[in-house]
């Protein structure tokens, strides 16, 4: 394949710089409760939307590569959709049909772990424990389970992060109690199956980007050496916690399952690991701390000698882990390798939270550059805070920098990320979502002054809906309700379009905009983009939403 873009012989491309901005977790849903998006105070958003064409983009389900049209879009795949051009089929997919067709359970990882498991080691597995099906899914885990007891694992423990996030805020219990049952009726005399630690996916364990190595570090206390508050399950822990203070799983803190006040499931010499979620940016640095021996983001205090495993390999570049029991999506002629083959500038730039996403998501699940010259990766930052406490987060500084790289003249594709909608919305509260999304628009009125001064073209998205659902709706459209009365946060993504505008005030006599009928998904974005800078869109590419003229 021949890595380059060839010119288009009907239009010479825009003269100025053409942008990509992805408003991560701006989903189009209709006004109503729970929508912070409507609610918001978004003159600028609002002027675009009945002032330019936009159409409605696919950001979920078969749309980005996920099994069905019920599984929510995210941020991972909906990048890798954005930068790719192709959907692929990703990791929750590959899992499910590896399991179902027996594959992972001959690879050599796997028998590498089971082999370390018959030897008296224990067998252990971490990741986020639901059925959310964006970082992992518990059916995964169970099938692992029962297969691991078939092939003569005699000790298996079990250390769950609490999710709370892409499924119900407070569902936790749905998902312990069940599989407490699963547990027992598993065990027998020669096989002992148990949750040993646990907490909240936003307090241990899944830190991203290296933005709070204090959650690994917390993590690594939790699962590893057993140090925590002591409870005797792991639903008496949840029932505490919640007891004391009101929290949401997400944000449980750590806890150690004892008996007779000694950790059931610490990790020791001799054991097998295996983080069995599937998405990467999450799983990468709990990785590193099991495998690097020369480490030094925090005390490790020891380091045990075991097997460790991913369920993917989460960085390819970098190897990251070095055992991986499925192969991840081999995402190739993407955007980002064709403009820099063509010898066409870039920019990449949004703050630490979302910086992988227009990254290492963007090109492929690829950590490196195609060319160090040609590409320029700018990262701000973000506050170490709760998101709903600074709901701006670092949108003006973001948009500071983008501004001077546009002013530069340096670059003639810019991709950028606002977090706001997204991490925000995670929180739950309706207010801070709210403010978070006034806060993007007034980044889009500055940032748009200046493309129209330098006669540039800006194509403004997002790759999943969020922020536009922030309750729990009953059939009649009303919010549920809690025990207490108060509203049931929703803190998922959505099923939900989510815009795709193109902005443009000097080229429009140029092409056309398709007519908006619905098929169109995140993958059609990177052939529109090309287009526009004047290139045909390989053939193998989902198509422009463009035509020339």
């Known amino acids: 394949m021949n890595n380059s873009l060839k010119k288009s012989d009907k239009f010479a491309g825009v003269k100025g710089p053409v942008l990509t901005v992805v408003m991560d977790g701006i989903g189009l849903a209709p006004t109503g409760p729970g929508n912070a998006v409507a609610a918001a105070n978004t003159p600028t958003l609002d002027y675009l939307i009945s002032r330019y064409p936009m159409l409605k983009l696919k950001a979920h389900g078969t749309a980005v590569g996920l099994p069905s049209d019920e599984d929510m879009g995210n941020s991972e795949v909906g990048h890798n959709a954005l930068g790719a051009g192709q959907v692929f ?68 423990r079990i250390h769950i992060l609490l999710d709370g996030r892409d499924v119900g805020e407070t569902s936790a219990l749905d998902y312990i109690l069940p599989f407490e049952e699963f547990l027992k009726e598993l065990r027998s005399d020669t096989f002992d199956a148990k949750i040993a630690s646990g907490g909240g996916r936003m307090k241990i364990t899944m830190d991203r980007y290296e933005a709070d190595w204090g959650m690994v570090e917390r993590g690594w206390k939790t699962h590893v050496l057993g140090e925590g508050r002591q409870f005797a399950s792991a639903a008496e822990a949840v029932e505490t916690y919640r007891r004391e203070a009101p929290v949401i799983d997400q944000d449980l803190p750590p806890f150690v399952i004892a008996e007779n006040g000694r950790p059931v499931g610490t990790i020791e010499d001799g054991d097998s690991v295996v983080f069995f979620n599937f998405r990467g940016d999450r799983a990468i640095e709990i990785s590193r701390a099991f495998e690097e021996e020369q480490f030094d983001k925090f005390d490790r205090v020891r380091h045990p000698k075991v097997v460790y495993a991913g369920m993917l390999e989460y960085d390819g570049d970098l190897h990251i882990p070095s055992r991986f029991l499925v192969s991840p999506p081999l995402i190739t002629g993407t955007m980002g390798e064709f403009l820099a083959n063509t010898g066409v500038s870039q920019l990449a730039i949004s703050e630490t939270q979302k910086f992988g996403h227009v990254t290492y998501f963007w090109n492929g699940n690829r950590s490196g550059k195609f060319s160090d010259t040609l590409e320029t990766y700018m990262e701000i930052t973000s506050d170490i805070v709760p998101f709903e406490q600074r709901p701006w987060m670092k949108c003006a500084e973001i948009t500071d920098r983008l501004i001077e790289c546009l002013y530069s003249g340096k670059y003639r594709y810019l991709r950028v990320n606002y977090p706001n909608g997204d991490m925000v919305g995670h929180t739950g509260n309706f207010l801070a979502t709210q403010i978070s999304v006034e806060a993007l628009d007034l980044q889009l009125a500055r940032l748009l002054k200046v493309v129209d001064e330098l006669g540039g073209v800006a194509l403004i998205t997002a790759d999943h809906g969020n922020a536009d659902e922030l309750y729990e709706l009953d059939k009649s459209g009303q919010p549920k309700r809690n025990k207490d009365g108060t509203i049931k946060a929703k803190t998922a993504h959505t099923l939900n379009p989510v815009p795709c505008i193109i902005y443009d005030n000097y080229y429009r006599d140029y092409y056309r905009v398709k007519s908006d009928n619905g098929a169109f998904g995140l993958s059609n974005v990177a052939a529109t983009m090309v287009n526009l800078m004047g290139f045909e869109a390989p053939a193998h590419w989902d198509e422009s939403m463009i035509e020339l003229v």
Do not use: C
């Open 89 to 156: 089929a990703q990791g929750a997919k590959l899992v499910s049909q590896s399991i179902e067709q027996g594959i992972i359970f001959e690879s050599d990882t796997w028998k590498t772990l089971i082999d370390a498991a018959k030897k008296g080691g224990t067998l252990h597995f971490i990741g986020l424990f639901s059925d959310g099906n964006v970082h992992s899914n518990i059916s995964h885990l169970k099938a692992m389970i029962v297969r691991a007891k078939e092939s003569g694992a005699m000790r298996v």
